[in-house]
């Protein structure tokens, strides 16, 4: 009697559990959505050892349908020394089904994990993760979404002047290059595969770690003491087949920087039919970027489509 009594209350604790870890799922499908990405900085270091409560009040506060991160993964501790995988102090990838339900985000990706610097997306709504992408031919990897009926293409560029493959790290043409090589492997894996082909609803956004040519008139003015000109290999080659960028067409006469500097190397790109349905694009630009980030995160609010 007593080992029957036992067994069913094994049985009911294994039929209840998976019930009580699961965070709410709200299914509905918004007239709106509200994005952003952002280069959240070695994993929200800043707020890491405070248990993350400045950045979830944040983020509570931004209403965010749908989340796309940069340096997804935390690697330092306390001192700012890198420490190993396996270290507990890594928080994150591994717990960001955690932190995002901290927000309301029941669903999360995470990109291919190759490096200290994934990207990962979180979102309220239910994701499709289509592919993760790394491998030799990227540096920080990046992942292809999709969610309610819109593609989603996260990545993070090489940052460095020189080439991935140069050991000599000799500064030059080199990281714009290579920076072109990574971008064009990206589209080739996902918009311009001909298996998506009639996919309309494209999003592709993250640090790009390079300028644009539309922003070329406001570096000039910028830079008028001392004339800089900057390589556009990259956003030539994107706007070719993504040809709105969302900040920038929304904003056209003012310069919105991405950094706490003045330079913008983060970006929402977007398909004809996406960029007809938004309705707003800004980067925040507030106390808690200010200190929490080295980038602002950007935000593109548009309607659903249909699908």
Same mark, same amino acid.
């Given at each position: 009697?007593?080992?029957? /009594?036992?067994?069913? =209350?094994?049985?009911?604790?294994?039929? !209840?559990?998976?019930?009580?870890?699961?965070?709410?799922?709200?299914?509905?499908?918004?007239? +709106?959505?509200?994005?952003?990405?952002?280069?959240?900085?070695?994993?929200?270091?800043?707020?890491?050892?405070?248990?993350?409560?400045?950045?979830?009040?944040?983020?509570?506060?931004? @209403?965010?349908?749908?989340?796309?991160?940069?340096?997804?993964?935390?690697?330092?501790?306390?001192?700012?020394?890198?420490?190993?995988?396996?270290?507990?102090?890594?928080?994150?990838?591994?717990?960001?089904?955690?932190?995002? %339900?901290?927000?309301?985000?029941?669903? +999360?990706?995470?990109?291919?994990?190759?490096?200290?610097?994934?990207?990962? !997306? #979180? $979102?309220?709504? &239910?994701?499709?993760?289509?592919?993760?992408?790394?491998?030799?031919?990227? /540096?920080?990897?990046?992942?292809?979404?999709?969610?309610?009926?819109?593609?989603? *293409?996260?990545?993070?560029?090489?940052?460095? %002047?020189?080439?991935?493959?140069? @050991?000599?790290?000799?500064?030059? $043409?080199?990281?714009?290059?290579?920076?072109?090589?990574?971008?064009?492997?990206?589209?080739?894996?996902?918009?311009?595969?001909?298996?998506?082909?009639?996919?309309?609803?494209?999003?592709?956004?993250?640090?790009?770690?390079?300028?644009?040519?539309?922003?070329?008139?406001?570096?000039?003015?910028?830079?008028?003491?001392?004339?800089? #000109?900057?390589?556009?290999? *990259?956003?030539?080659?994107?706007?070719?087949?993504?040809?709105?960028?969302?900040?920038?067409? @929304?904003?056209? $006469?003012?310069?919105? $920087?991405?950094?706490?500097?003045?330079?913008?190397?983060?970006?929402?790109?977007? #398909?004809?039919?996406?960029? =007809?349905?938004? @309705?707003?694009?800004?980067?925040?630009?507030?106390?808690?970027?200010? #200190?929490?980030?080295?980038?602002? &995160?950007? !935000?593109?609010?548009?309607?659903?489509?249909?699908?």
């Amino acid at each position: 009697m007593r080992l029957k /009594s036992i067994f069913c =209350s094994l049985l009911l604790l294994c039929l !209840v559990q998976p019930l009580c870890a699961k965070a709410p799922k709200d299914k509905t499908k918004p007239a +709106t959505i509200r994005f952003m990405d952002f280069n959240i900085a070695d994993g929200m270091w800043w707020d890491q050892f405070n248990n993350y409560d400045r950045f979830v009040q944040w983020m509570q506060a931004q @209403k965010i349908d749908i989340f796309a991160v940069c340096e997804a993964a935390t690697h330092w501790d306390k001192k700012k020394k890198n420490v190993p995988k396996n270290d507990e102090v890594r928080y994150l990838p591994g717990k960001w089904g955690e932190l995002a %339900a901290r927000w309301g985000h029941s669903y +999360t990706a995470l990109g291919a994990y190759q490096d200290n610097y994934p990207v990962a !997306v #979180t $979102s309220r709504y &239910p994701i499709e993760l289509v592919q993760r992408i790394g491998g030799k031919n990227i /540096s920080h990897g990046a992942i292809h979404v999709k969610i309610l009926g819109v593609n989603y *293409v996260v990545l993070h560029l090489w940052p460095q %002047a020189w080439h991935k493959d140069d @050991k000599t790290r000799t500064k030059g $043409s080199g990281g714009d290059r290579y920076r072109l090589e990574e971008i064009q492997y990206i589209m080739n894996q996902t918009i311009l595969n001909p298996k998506y082909a009639n996919e309309k609803h494209w999003v592709m956004t993250g640090d790009f770690n390079s300028r644009s040519p539309k922003d070329n008139d406001f570096y000039a003015e910028i830079h008028r003491k001392k004339p800089r #000109t900057f390589n556009n290999d *990259v956003h030539n080659a994107v706007l070719e087949v993504y040809p709105h960028d969302a900040i920038f067409d @929304k904003n056209p $006469s003012e310069f919105q $920087s991405s950094t706490r500097g003045k330079a913008r190397i983060d970006y929402i790109y977007c #398909t004809k039919k996406l960029y =007809s349905a938004i @309705k707003k694009a800004y980067t925040i630009r507030d106390d808690f970027v200010r #200190t929490s980030s080295d980038h602002c &995160p950007l !935000v593109m609010e548009f309607k659903s489509p249909k699908r």
